[in-house]
């Protein structure tokens, strides 16, 4: 089985900050990979698609990139509603595998 | 509004089984695949079934397979998943995700979740 791993597993960061947080594959996944923004008590909520393809309604300081084994998503000025766990899902035919999650929190 | 409803959950002793059902709205259910996806208390996600959207093909982790089985009703826009040989390891949040498009399992619609709590 492909294997997902997030890291850092926890980012403290401020309002304004631009944060990045990586997902690595254990092998090649090639941009099958989707990244999803959770809050305490609530339901996911898709961010990103196709490594780099924003969903609909996400704002535009969310962004994806990388392919094959590592994938970045960034967050380009933080703000108060972006706390949260994130978690990124490789996505194929044979295997849909999620990350262990990154927590945001503030500083 | 796109919505999905989740039911069914509740106490259960070890061994024993429930039915989750997934009541879906505004969206036409039949032209797309549907998943369960489950959160463990303070855990991460761990997807567990699939199924097409005609209901033809369905498919499972080898962490419930044999154990838990995934339907659903078009007539009545309902998923479903039966939850047997219930262990206390499977006590989490079991939510019902929408497939975003096409055959690929990334979920652009979830619902509010469903809790099972597996204890004796």
């Known amino acids: 089985d492909i294997q997902m791993t997030q890291s850092p597993s926890t980012l403290s960061a401020s309002v304004g900050d631009r944060v990045s947080i990586t997902c690595r594959a254990s092998?090649?996944?090639?941009?099958?990979l989707a990244w999803y923004q959770q809050k305490p008590g609530k339901a996911p909520k898709l961010l990103i698609y196709?490594?780099?393809s924003l969903q609909s309604g996400v704002p535009s300081r969310f962004s994806g990139s990388g392919s094959g084994t590592e994938f970045t998503l960034t967050i380009s000025s933080l703000q108060p509603d972006d706390f949260a766990t994130y978690y990124c899902?490789?996505?194929?035919?044979?295997?849909?595998?999620f990350g262990q999650g990154t927590k945001l929190e503030i500083k | 509004e796109v919505q999905l409803l989740e039911s069914g959950g509740g106490l259960v002793q070890p061994g024993g089984s429930l039915r989750l059902s997934c009541a879906s709205s505004?969206?036409?259910?039949?032209?797309?695949?549907m998943s369960w996806v489950r959160q463990a208390p303070g855990k991460g996600l761990e997807w567990l079934s699939g199924?097409?959207?005609?209901?033809?093909?369905?498919y499972y982790a080898d962490s419930v397979k044999g154990r838990f089985r995934i339907s659903r009703d078009n007539s009545k826009n309902t998923l479903y998943l039966q939850v047997n040989s219930l262990r206390t390891d499977d006590s989490a949040v079991y939510y019902c995700?929408?497939?975003?498009?096409?055959?690929?399992?990334?979920?652009?619609?979830w619902g509010q979740g469903t809790l099972v709590s597996v204890s004796s």
């Open positions: 995700a929408k497939r975003l498009n096409g055959d690929h399992d990334v979920f652009d619609i």
């Open positions: 505004g969206f036409d259910f039949s032209n797309f695949g």
């Open positions: 199924i097409t959207g005609s209901g033809t093909v369905t």
């Open positions: 092998q090649s996944i090639s941009s099958w």
């Open positions: 196709k490594a780099s």
């Open positions: 899902q490789h996505y194929n035919s044979d295997s849909r595998t």
